[in-house]
């Protein structure tokens, strides 16, 4: 009997060794990036179109730690109009699913780049509880310092992120495409003891200018933050371990080519078209 490795592991070809758990020397300017993750999903999309129906930077620097090397940045041209009326739950699924269906129906048959392998698109909200309005991107200064002292003075509010997922049906079936989607939640605690004074001082560094809710949990906003309850990259706005299953969910139902038609994998959503 072989005492090598490879026969104690029982694999009968070589692999690659994985990675040492010495720290790798950091390159001047940037910081080190963990290798991507070797799972057969991301492993078969790392050759094939792959969209972020998103043009905020934080989305796509987090979807990049999954190593997709064909990732393309499309922003969608919906219109982000729905009702303030409806749930915090109903507005950011429904304003992710237009996102992404704008992008699916503009790319799908796309004769220079090819058919897309995968879209994925987001929309994120901050929820002040104690007012119950939906808060978005602020639209000026004066309109942006109110928000945070609202935040502030709440203490307490909810970050929702929806993702959406599409990719074409391998069998061309009707409607053409498998669509999944998840809503994550996550409470933020504010400091109550944050200064109008440094309010004003956050908002002129114009760090959460583009940011639902006015902050940016990742850099400078830290300051305003004592506490969250739930997945910090969620309230950057896209949440990664929710996102890796959702790719892995849609991915599965778009290999549809073995299974039946009456497969209760093609019951779609009674609303799932709702939006």
């Known amino acids: 009997m ?95 699913t237009k996102k992404a269906q704008a992008v699916y129906e503009q790319e799908i048959s796309n004769e220079t780049a090819g058919e897309p392998a995968l879209i994925l698109a987001a929309d994120t909200v901050v929820v002040n509880i104690e007012a119950g309005t939906i808060l978005e991107k602020p639209r000026s200064e004066a309109h942006h310092v109110s928000m945070l002292r609202a935040l502030r003075d709440a203490r307490d509010h909810k970050v929702f992120t929806a993702l959406v997922a599409m990719a074409p049906l391998a069998s061309a079936r009707q409607p053409g495409y498998a669509m999944e989607s998840v809503v994550e939640e996550t409470n933020v605690r504010f400091d109550g003891e944050v200064t109008d004074e440094l309010i004003l001082a956050y908002v002129r560094t114009r760090e959460g200018a583009d940011k639902a809710g006015g902050y940016g949990l990742q850099g400078l906003g830290s300051i305003l933050v004592e506490k969250i309850d739930g997945t910090a990259d969620n309230v950057i706005g896209m949440p990664l371990k929710a996102t890796l299953k959702l790719i892995e969910t849609v991915m599965a139902r778009a290999d549809d080519e073995d299974r039946l038609p009456d497969d209760p994998i093609f019951e779609e959503d009674e609303d799932e078209d709702a939006f």
């Open 2 to 96: 072989s005492d090598s490795k490879d026969s104690l592991l029982g694999n009968e070809d070589p692999i690659d060794p994985p990675p040492a758990y010495d720290p790798p020397k950091p390159t001047r300017g940037a910081l080190p990036r963990p290798p991507p993750l070797g799972l057969p999903v991301l492993n078969a999309l790392r050759n094939k179109r792959v969209i972020l129906a998103s043009q905020s930077p934080r989305r796509r620097q987090i979807i990049s730690f999954l190593g997709l090397p064909n990732i393309e940045i499309i922003p969608s041209n919906a219109e982000e109009n729905l009702p303030k009326t409806l749930t915090p739950f109903e507005y950011v699924l429904g304003t992710a």
